[in-house]
């Protein structure tokens, strides 16, 4: 009868442990948008984290005006970082063409774990000497994934 209650005891005490035990749920980043998905993730835990480009490009019109100015070279930067000179020449576009595109500078932002990002644009119109002949300014809120700019005359 002992055997029999101790059997019994250990039998509950099992079945309570195991029934007792819940498996923990893999945290992290559920946003397949996000840089550091994860897609064994069951809870999103807030850790996302997104980056972002920016295109730089112009159309037929602004390369007209541009030579008729004398203006060869457009020098581009993004928070005061230079990201590149286009050379005014070699290409122009009907719309916006994609980030990384040929001929064009394209500028890469990490957002941290925000889906945009503030950034200060400023772009020189230089001649064949390298003077700059016009400037442009402009604070753009970017977005996930691939921005544009079209640059103006």
Same mark, same amino acid.
């Given at each position: ?28 980043? @559920?946003?397949?948008?996000? &840089?550091?998905?994860?897609? /064994? !993730?069951?809870?999103?835990?807030? #850790?996302? +984290?997104?980056?972002? %480009? ?30 590149? @000179?286009?050379?005014?020449? &070699?290409?122009?576009?009907? /719309? !916006?063409?994609?980030?990384?595109? #040929?001929? +064009?500078?394209?500028? %890469? ?45």
């Amino acid at each position: 009868m002992k055997k029999t209650n101790l059997l019994l005891m250990s039998l509950i005490l099992l079945g309570l442990t195991v029934s007792g035990c819940k498996k923990e749920k893999v945290k992290g980043c @559920t946003i397949s948008s996000a &840089t550091n998905y994860n897609s /064994s !993730a069951e809870e999103d835990d807030g #850790s996302c +984290t997104y980056k972002g %480009s920016l295109v730089f490009w112009w159309k037929q019109a602004v390369s007209d005006s541009c030579a008729a100015h004398g203006v060869v070279n457009i020098k581009v930067y993004t928070d005061g970082t230079f990201q590149g @000179t286009l050379p005014i020449s &070699t290409q122009s576009w009907a /719309s !916006a063409p994609g980030c990384g595109a #040929s001929s +064009t500078v394209t500028a %890469s932002f990490n957002f941290g774990t925000s889906k945009t990002k503030s950034t200060n644009i400023h772009y020189d119109f230089l001649d064949g000497s390298g003077t700059t002949i016009a400037t442009g300014n402009e604070t753009r809120t970017l977005n996930v994934d691939c921005n544009n700019y079209e640059l103006t005359w």
